[in-house]
């Protein structure tokens, strides 16, 4: 199983982004799906998850801002960031709880993808 992660980039104060993260291979089912991210010097931190009942929860430092959703025909997890931040920035990591023939349920990590806030 891997996920993929796309979509981060350099935006300014106040624009917006859309991240995309999708799991591929021998994905049975597919759990909770979030984003963590971390900062320079800092440690990562969740910013939102939604779990296969479609609930959610955010980090309070993004709420109002940022919406996660999927796609569960595509295996996909999103996250939809707007009225970004100069402090948003960070390296975002996609992370999901899979279950597998082979493995069961086992937590599955990104590669990260940079998104940069200029002031």
């Known amino acids: 199983v891997q996920l993929q992660a796309s979509g981060g980039g350099l935006v300014q104060a106040g624009g917006s982004l859309r991240l995309s993260c999708a799991a591929s291979?021998?994905?049975?089912?597919?759990?909770?799906m979030g984003w963590y991210r971390q900062a320079p010097g800092k440690q990562r931190e969740l910013v939102a998850v939604?779990?296969?009942?479609?609930?959610?929860n955010y980090a309070d430092s993004v709420k109002g801002r940022f919406t996660i959703s999927r796609d569960n025909a595509k295996n996909t997890v999103y996250l939809q960031m707007n009225s970004l931040k100069p402090e948003d920035t960070a390296v975002y990591y996609c992370n999901a709880l899979i279950w597998t023939i082979v493995r069961g349920t086992d937590n599955y990590w990104g590669q990260g993808t940079l998104v940069t806030v200029s002031s």
């Open positions: 291979g021998s994905v049975a089912s597919i759990d909770a």
């Open positions: 939604i779990r296969s009942g479609a609930s959610t």
